[in-house]
């Protein structure tokens, strides 16, 4: 039986993931993994073939399977919600060296980059991406499609919606069992932010400590 997997997104992020795609699957003749980029296909990038979404639906397999290395939060899940019409299956890829403690659940799909640590009692949701370096600590509970840029740190008891983008550096504080510090679905935290408070639905904040965006224009 052949297998297809697609790792969809041919740019930076994909690039950065496809080599631990390449090692999970390993040494199984039977597996082809392409990349699937709709702007890009019809290269060569890396050793891959890049196809375009059509295209890889009806290339020859017996099964196929995608994981979205896209960064943006909002196109990642426009693209699953894509894949999953079309009723492709999902795989997550972790590279090796990534530590997880105890009782960590993460959702389907799941993008864990080199030297990120996911410490105990954490809950993840769909598509999370977590970039080098980054780290969740101790009771935090993540939602779907959200996104660690490079070296996040996000410390214990943080409660993260749907859809939030957490820039390069980031830094968030510890909440309280009682009282999580909270990120509201959607917002964006930006490069170096260093998040004491509660953030909005929506909102993007930057800074130290990080602020509104558009508070600090006015
Ligand atoms: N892309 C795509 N189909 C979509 C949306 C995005 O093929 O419906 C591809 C897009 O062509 C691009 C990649 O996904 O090559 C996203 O790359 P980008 O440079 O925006 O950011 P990255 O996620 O790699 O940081």
Same mark, same amino acid.
């Given at each position: ?121 954490? %809950? &993840? =949701? ?9 780290? $969740?600590?101790? *009771?935090?509970?993540? +939602?779907?499609? @959200? ?34 510090? %909270? &990120? =509201? ?9 260093? $998040?004491?408070? *509660?953030?909005?639905? +929506?909102?993007? @904040? ?13």
């Amino acid at each position: 039986m052949s297998s297809l997997f697609g790792l969809y997104g041919a740019s930076g992020c994909g690039r950065g993931i496809m080599p631990l795609a390449r090692e999970s699957l390993g040494a199984s003749p039977t597996a082809r993994l392409v990349f699937i980029d709709d702007a890009l296909a019809g290269q060569r990038l890396n050793g891959h073939e890049v196809m375009d979404f059509d295209t890889f639906c009806r290339e020859p397999a017996d099964k196929r399977h995608v994981a979205v290395a896209i960064a943006n939060p909002s196109t990642r899940a426009a693209v699953v919600l894509k894949c999953a019409d079309a009723g492709l299956d999902f795989f997550g890829v972790a590279a090796t060296n990534c530590v997880r403690m105890d009782e960590v659940e993460v959702g389907t799909g799941a993008l864990i980059s080199p030297f990120v640590t996911l410490t105990s009692n954490i %809950r &993840i =949701g769909r598509h999370f991406h977590a970039n080098l370096y980054s780290y $969740v600590e101790h *009771d935090c509970v993540i +939602g779907d499609f @959200v996104t660690f840029a490079p070296a996040v740190r996000c410390n214990g008891n943080v409660h993260i919606e749907d859809g939030v983008y957490v820039g390069a550096g980031a830094l968030i504080r510890q909440g309280k069992p009682e009282a999580p510090l %909270r &990120i =509201g679905a959607g917002a964006v935290i930006g490069m170096g932010a260093v $998040v004491t408070k *509660d953030v909005p639905a +929506g909102a993007t @904040v930057v800074g130290n400590p990080a602020r509104p965006l558009a508070a600090r224009r006015g």
